[in-house]
């Protein structure tokens, strides 16, 4: 059976623009809450989030990519890829093999929230249909395949936070059964004030600090960003000498449906992701070398994803490495596990496994090895990257060092 590798990666987040910003940011155990500069917060109890801060483009970029900041986030991500695998190339040449799979989560949101808010005469009762046929979620593989002439399959992930794993599942899909050569993979999102609502009405967010697995932690924070990697056939990433960053080596999907918000309270759904995804990697519990945990930060999710834990890795639970990268940037909601996925690939070429920040004190419902504030050097050569979204819908994916 062939393989599937990475060989290019790309990054925007609230603690950086590109890799090596991010990455620093990453090591560093940097915080990238901020007080929300996007919309007016006044009438919220919550006035912070992770936010995009000091992104740029070139100049002649800017005036190329559509006003859509959401599409110049995914656009700088996925060129950064491109450039590393060494296929940025001429746009003009034939790409039928190559793919594109993006997760959002609010997808067009923002600026159809900020259109609407320009349009002071609604019509249709209240509703202006010209204003909303602007940005379809769409609208996002259709300008990376523009800009970068990727003429194969496309699709768009709306699975709630899960939908980069769910993507990045796709895209394996498609290079192993040979439909494709090359993905474009991964997740993109902002935070719209729709969204923003949503959890806060539902008492969800913390309103100073992200404590994941601490036994005080208040909730999430949203952040925003893009992720990019890009995937090959084993064969195809040999054959023109690309560098291989990792393999993926396989994925879990399930869905356990027990709440639309709350997550099965003995992980069930995770329990069978993380099975599924060691079944196809076709890996032992005691193979793993870390965790990037889902780790929201909210009490239910931190402490059934640690049963999850627990009942898949048995004794060797205590014993892995486990951090949430969320502490530092927030929940990115659709582009979560997708930013996470790129993170994973980091962690096997840096040897370092980012902190888990703001931990202060241990949850005995928590007491998993959380690589609490500082970051750590590790020899890690398999990665799992958790993701449980809404819905019950979870998604996990196993990274591992190239055999």
């Keep these: 059976m062939t393989k599937v590798v990475i060989t290019g990666l790309g990054l925007v987040t609230p603690v950086g623009t590109g890799l090596k910003k991010s990455w620093e940011s990453f090591a560093q155990g940097r915080d990238g809450a901020c007080e929300m500069k996007s919309f007016d917060t006044s009438l919220y109890k919550v006035h912070r989030s992770c936010e995009v801060k000091d992104f740029f483009l070139d100049v002649e970029l800017e005036n190329q990519i559509s006003e859509n900041t959401l599409h110049k986030y995914v656009y700088y991500a996925a060129r950064e890829a491109l450039l590393e695998s060494g296929l940025h190339g001429d746009k003009k040449s034939g790409r039928e093999r190559f793919g594109i799979a993006i997760g959002t989560l609010a997808a067009e949101l923002t600026p159809f929230e900020r259109l609407l808010r320009k349009n002071t005469s609604l019509k249709n009762n209240g509703f202006d249909h010209k204003v909303a046929a602007v940005y379809p979620p769409n609208s996002i593989t259709k300008m990376l395949a523009n800009y970068f002439n990727f003429e194969g399959q496309s699709m768009i992930s709306l699975n709630a936070c899960s939908s980069g794993n769910h993507a990045i599942a796709w895209a394996y899909d498609r290079l192993i059964d040979n439909k494709l050569d090359v993905v474009m993979v991964g997740g993109a999102d902002m935070i719209p004030q729709t969204e923003f609502t949503h959890f806060h009405n539902l008492k969800a967010l913390t309103p100073d600090k992200c404590q994941p697995f601490d036994k005080n932690r208040k909730g999430l924070m949203i952040g925003e960003g893009a992720g990019i990697l890009i995937m090959e056939r084993y064969e195809y990433a040999k054959n023109r000498g690309a560098a291989i960053i990792a393999e993926m080596a396989g994925y879990g999907l399930s869905c356990d449906g027990f709440h639309m918000t709350a997550p099965h309270p003995e992980g069930d759904g995770a329990v069978k992701s993380m099975s599924d995804a060691l079944k196809m990697a076709r890996m032992n519990p005691e193979d793993i070398g870390y965790i990037n945990a889902h780790g ?46 790129v993170i994973c690939c980091l962690v096997l070429r840096h040897g370092i496994i980012p902190p888990t920040i703001n931990y202060e004190t241990p949850d005995p419902e928590c007491n998993l090895d959380v690589t609490p504030n500082n970051a750590r050097e590790a020899n890690v050569s398999c990665i799992v990257n958790n993701s449980f979204a809404f819905g019950g819908n979870n998604a996990t994916t196993i990274f591992r060092k190239l055999e």
């Design 296 to 341: 929201t930060g909210t009490p239910h999710n931190d402490r059934t994803e640690t049963i999850a834990i627990k009942r898949v890795f048995g004794e060797h639970a205590y014993k892995i490495p486990c951090s949430s990268t969320k502490s530092m940037i927030g929940h990115l909601m659709g582009a979560a596990s997708a930013v996470e996925s």
